[in-house]
């Protein structure tokens, strides 16, 4: 074995761990900063409009999917009532975007720190920590200021929580967390499989039935008393969330865009369901996959 297959092998010391996740939450908190410069601040397409509209209605005791329409699912509440508690004016968009955007930095920092924690109980070794980390702190540049006006990091950070209870044994804990995100964007259900597959394996049958049953009942929890509130209202979201076309920014549409830049693919982008979306045969299958 190479010396440098060796150093990957060997398991980052607890100082130079520690080390490396906080330079890593200090280049994300850098890479935040730097998408409020140069080009990034251009021809920018922001949803925290829609956000402060929920977030001041919840403020002055509207309750979501009653009251109003709420495009999102019962998890994604927080991150649109917390900002608008920190001004009084409905029309005061500017101190809802920099409430916002600290709570996501917030999120995001945290998820580097979950991330890391996750790779430390795996044993990973330093160059497999930081060249991980470092990825993960640097990729807001790459996926741009799209980033600053979504909610997408209180989920990646509810996801990153529910890995690292899991790979520590919590693994009740982690299915937890994987409801929460569930909840708030369906994605971290994904997971959920695996985190059966772990309990079953780590403590049989029932630890399975029991991590099974703490993630529908977190999930219950969460949604039955908005169900129960407004029927219609809830099931229009759920509505809206599976009929919606392909947006621009998903994963399957950056297979599409890619492939019209690099071959040709012909592609029609149509704004429509409050976001920019591309639509035709092939995009429609890639929205419901």
């Known amino acids: 074995m190479t010396d440098r297959h060796a150093e990957i092998a060997v398991d980052a010391s607890r100082?130079?761990?520690?080390?490396?996740?906080?330079?890593?939450?200090?280049?994300?908190?850098?890479?935040?900063?730097?998408?409020?410069?140069?080009?990034y601040e251009r021809t920018q397409i922001v949803d925290t409009p829609v956000y402060e509209g929920y977030g001041d209605q919840m403020a002055h005791g509207k309750v979501p999917y009653r009251d109003f329409s709420v495009e999102y699912p019962p998890g994604a509440l927080p991150a649109f009532v917390l900002p608008a508690l920190g001004h009084a004016d409905r029309d005061d968009s500017d101190a809802?975007?920099?409430?916002?955007?600290?709570?996501?930095?917030?999120?995001?920092?945290?998820?580097?720190?979950?991330?890391?924690?996750?790779?430390i109980w795996l044993g990973a070794g330093t160059v497999r920590l930081?060249?991980?980390?470092?990825?993960?702190?640097?990729?807001?540049?790459?996926?741009?200021?799209?980033?600053?006006?979504?909610?997408?990091?209180?989920?990646?950070?509810?996801?990153?929580g529910a890995l690292a209870a899991l790979v520590a044994g919590r693994l009740r804990l982690g299915c937890g967390l994987l409801a929460l995100g569930a909840v708030t964007k369906l994605y971290p259900a994904v997971l959920l499989p695996l985190a059966l597959v772990e309990a079953w394996r780590r403590g049989g049958r029932r630890e399975a039935l029991r991590c099974a049953g703490v993630f529908v009942g977190v999930t219950l929890v969460v949604v039955v008393p908005f169900v129960?509130?407004?029927p219609g209202g809830a099931g229009w979201t759920l509505s809206r969330q599976l009929t919606r076309p392909?947006?621009?920014?998903?994963?399957?549409?950056?297979?599409?865009?890619?492939?019209?830049?690099a071959f040709g693919l012909g592609i029609t982008m149509h704004s429509a369901a409050g976001s920019q979306n591309l639509v035709g045969t092939l995009p429609s299958v890639l929205a419901v996959l």
Do not use: K, N, Y
Not at 15 to 39: D, E, K, N, Q, Y
Not at 96 to 118: D, P
Not at 133 to 160: C, E, K, N, Q, Y
Not at 246 to 260: C, I, M, N, T, V
């Open 15 to 39: 100082p130079v761990a520690l080390a490396i996740v906080l330079v890593a939450v200090g280049l994300f908190a850098t890479s935040w900063g730097l998408m409020h410069r140069g080009f």
């Open 96 to 119: 809802f975007r920099q409430a916002f955007e600290r709570l996501m930095l917030l999120c995001g920092c945290a998820a580097i720190v979950l991330a890391g924690l996750t790779l």
């Open 130 to 160: 930081a060249a991980a980390l470092g990825f993960a702190s640097l990729a807001p540049l790459a996926l741009g200021s799209v980033l600053l006006s979504r909610f997408d990091l209180w989920p990646t950070a509810l996801a990153a």
């Open 228 to 230: 129960a509130l407004s």
């Open 246 to 261: 392909l947006q621009l920014e998903s994963l399957g549409s950056s297979f599409l865009l890619a492939a019209h830049q």
